[in-house]
């Protein structure tokens, strides 16, 4: 085999130009880096990287091709409480490396050692990277750019969205292929959603604990290789590379006009705490630059998962900013939500000018993209709602928690409801922000679903192995009456009515909605609001028994949704200028006593045309629209024709929306 040339210190990671690769890795405190290649019979042969460009180590091996396993053995200190944990017995994948095979087990041969060092070799049972060449053709693949003001976002997992789908031929099934399948392609389209959420398909990670309980990470915010596609959702049909077959169904939604975005993990990665984690990628590499570290040595824990990247460090910061670019040039991406993002903004503190936002605004491709927040972490200061800057969108728990507690609990005013109706002005009304920057969400995959919500007083995460104690407490959940879903005749229609009211304010609010997948058709997860360990059915959508009268009524609301000019604007509420007007169930003005009072009966004109009436009280009501002629519209109306009248008899935890006629 040749020998290795010097290289050059871009681009990051390996880099194949038709004779060799190029190979790059950053570490700051390293003493030497070797390059570890190996052979299908798993023979491996070292390099010393010849070449040292500020903190990038380099090197170019010709007659490398596609395809070649390699990984990294790191040289330097071992001094646990000054942060250095260089141990060249442990092989470690490349932080950009495009794609990764293997697994990390639960083997010893992974962890460090915390005061003496580990050294068993790992290299064995170790993931190996692995050298790509992206030569996907694109055609004329252009992104939808869907306006934020008119997006509706679908928040799924590749696998469980279409595992138990009848009509996706069984080969395809759970994987990435699926999601751009015709018949996929037509029930996001007849749903009306704009964009499709996905979560976390960077390569990852089981945890140790969960591989000793019988396992597995379902959920995937356990990232190990940032730039890799996970190969467990590749199909393989038509002998299809993961990173195509990828590309291939991300081609076939942007000819639908929908969009892709991904959950990212930029907070954590799968090496959890130092002490007992696993030596897997950057902890060998340069643990003191890439994570947040006391001064001892030791990991901060912000995320809860152990670790936290360092997204202050220059070249931390440079890393996450290239490869959210590979994603967006080599995957054709829409844009991305971020999980726990409010360690991005850490200096330690959290600080909405810090420099990786500033990167990201001032970034010609990353700036155009949508980017969505979670906004908190569990660190000092970690809950920042309202305080991401442009053009970042944000979750909002607070739309979540009040409409939950509207609709099931009664225990909010009038005011309070429209604040959180009206894109929470309150908390996202500065700084020049659209209300398109609140996310509204009733559900995420994170708690409870959109039945059970509705069916179960408390959680039930038994199946989690930690008797009970994972997942929150604070649900603002209500069973009516009954925990579980076997359940009389009456309660089901209670039921159904208080989903119809919760989806209803979330899809005909201002603000951006935010769909979970399976809502639109009665997915219930038994209870569990942490199914994050559940790739079973459990967690996979139902398709032979879902309800197709819920998703009917869901994809009404949606296609009504584009009708509303108040909707599609994004521009916030003026009191007079004619997109909303709150009125009591007399059809007046709300008074200052009513909207401080929980009276659970208002009506919300939309445009001066569209009338929202909700009557979300335990007793039948009538509600007396304001003047003109109006009639429901549909999925609110009946089997007849749509009704002109004056007068709703709104049934307890009753809404409905009616049309003026011209």
């Not at 991300?250 to 002490?275: C, M, P, Y």
Request: glycine share 8%; charged share 20%; net charge negative.
């Amino acid at each position: 085999m040749s020998s290795l040339q010097y290289g050059q210190p871009t681009p990051a990671g390996a880099s194949y130009d038709g004779k060799g690769v190029n190979f790059t890795l950053f570490s700051q405190h390293a003493q030497r880096v070797e390059l570890c290649l190996f052979d299908e019979q798993g023979r491996e042969t070292r390099y010393d990287l010849p070449a040292r460009s500020g903190d990038i180590w380099h090197g170019y091996l010709p007659a490398i091709k596609a395809g070649q396993l390699y990984g990294y053995r790191v040289h330097g200190p071992w001094q646990p409480q000054q942060g250095h944990r260089f141990n060249p017995a442990k092989l470690l994948v490349d932080p950009c490396a495009r794609e990764v095979t293997g697994d990390v087990t639960d083997d010893a041969r992974f962890f460090c050692g915390d005061e003496q060092i580990d050294t068993q070799d790992s290299a064995d049972i170790a993931p190996k990277s692995v050298v790509v060449v992206d030569d996907f053709d694109w055609e004329d693949d252009v992104a939808p750019r869907v306006p934020w003001g008119t997006t509706v976002i679908y928040e799924a997992h590749v696998r469980g969205l279409t595992k138990l789908h009848p009509d996706i031929p069984e080969a395809i099934r759970g994987t990435y292929a699926a999601l751009g399948h015709p018949v996929m392609i037509d029930y996001f389209q007849r749903l009306g959603i704009t964009t499709l959420e996905l979560l976390p398909i960077a390569f990852f990670a089981n945890e140790p604990r969960l591989l000793r309980l019988g396992l597995s990470n379902y959920w995937g915010y356990n990232p190990l290789a940032h730039y890799a596609l996970d190969g467990r959702y590749a199909s393989g049909v038509d002998q299809l590379h993961p990173l195509n077959e990828f590309q291939q169904a991300v081609k076939a939604l942007h000819r639908a006009g929908i969009e892709v975005v991904l959950d990212v993990v930029f907070n954590h990665t799968a090496e959890l705490e130092a002490e007992v984690g696993p030596t897997l990628s950057q902890r060998g590499i340069d643990n003191k630059s890439y994570y947040w570290l006391t001064d001892q040595g030791e990991n901060h824990n912000w995320t809860g998962c152990g670790n936290t990247l360092n997204l202050s460090h220059p070249a931390v910061r440079q890393w996450t900013l290239e490869c959210l670019r590979y994603w967006v040039e080599v995957c054709h991406v829409d844009g991305f939500r971020f999980d726990l993002a409010t360690v991005l903004g850490r200096t330690p503190q959290y600080d909405p000018q810090a420099e990786m936002f500033a990167a990201i605004n001032a970034d010609p491709l990353l700036s155009q993209v949508k980017l969505i927040a979670e906004p908190w972490d569990i660190g000092p200061g970690g809950y920042q709602v309202g305080n991401f800057p442009a053009p970042f969108a944000e979750w909002n728990d607070h739309f979540r928690d009040g409409m939950r507690r509207f609709w099931l609990h009664g225990d909010i005013s009038n005011g309070a409801f429209a604040r959180r109706f009206a894109a929470s002005s309150d908390v996202f009304r500065h700084t020049d922000r659209p209300p398109s920057a609140c996310i509204n969400l009733i559900t995420a995959h994170d708690g409870f679903t959109l039945r059970d919500v509705v069916s179960f007083e408390r959680k039930h995460n038994e199946a989690n192995g930690e008797d009970n104690n994972d997942g929150s407490n604070s649900n603002f959940s209500h069973n009516h009456g009954s925990e579980g879903l076997k359940v009389s005749l009456n309660i089901v229609e209670r039921r159904r009515r208080s989903v119809h009211g919760l989806l209803t304010t979330l899809l005909l609010a201002q603000g951006t909605p935010m769909l979970l997948a399976g809502d639109e058709h009665g997915h219930s997860q038994h209870g569990n609001n942490n199914a994050y360990c559940q790739d079973n059915q459990l967690t996979w959508l139902d398709w032979q028994n879902n309800d197709p009268g819920l998703f009917n009524f869901t994809a009404a609301l949606i296609h009504l949704r584009r009708r509303i000019p108040a909707l599609q604007q994004d521009q916030w509420w003026q009191e007079g200028d004619g997109n909303v007007q709150w009125l009591n169930a007399n059809g007046q003005p709300l008074s200052s006593e009513e909207w401080e009072q929980g009276m659970r009966r208002l009506q919300i004109l939309l445009s001066g045309r569209w009338l929202i009436t909700i009557n979300a009280t335990e007793d039948v009501s009538d509600i007396a629209l304001p003047a003109g002629e109006w009639h429901a519209i549909p999925p609110f109306a009946g089997d007849d024709n749509p009704i002109l009248t004056t007068v709703w008899h709104g049934p307890a935890h009753g809404v409905s929306v009616f049309q003026k006629q011209a």
